[in-house]
Nanobody, 118 residues
Framework: QLQLVESGGGLVQPGGSLRLSCTAS????????IGWFRQAPGKEREGVSC????????YYVESVKARFTISRDNTENMVYLQMNSLKPEDTAVYLC???????????WGRGTQVTVSS
């Protein structure tokens, strides 16, 4: 089973930046579409962004366009989510998964907490 591991979360002030990382323990991500998702307390999990296996195709939910950038380095077995101009409404647990949409994602990481607050 694919074991995904996220890192890079933390507490940041509004307008700040964070970079999240996703890797796999004992498996290669290079052939997989990888997505970033988030779940805030009391809310459903939502897809934030995803990237194709080669990195040629990306998707962003409307609320993060022009602020977040997804990328990957298959030589390092890593997928990144650069988050800029963070807003309090971005506060959530961020998870990576092997899909682009919640309903089609099978394997999930445990998540990393992102808190945007002054």
């Amino acid at each position: 089973q694919l074991q995904l591991v996220e890192s890079g979360g933390g507490l940041v002030q509004p307008g700040g930046s964070l970079r999240l990382s996703c890797t796999a323990s004992g498996s290669s991500l290079s052939s997989l579409t990888i997505g970033w998702f988030r779940q805030a307390p009391g809310k459903e999990r939502e897809g934030v962004s995803c990237i194709s296996s080669t990195g040629d195709s990306t998707y962003y939910v409307e609320s993060v366009k022009a602020r977040f950038t997804i990328s990957r380095d298959n030589t390092e077995n890593m997928v990144y989510l650069q988050m800029n101009s963070l807003k309090p409404e971005d506060t959530a647990v961020y998870l990576c998964g092997d899909g682009c949409f919640v309903r089609t994602t099978v394997n999930w990481g445990r998540g990393t907490q992102v808190t945007v607050s002054s």
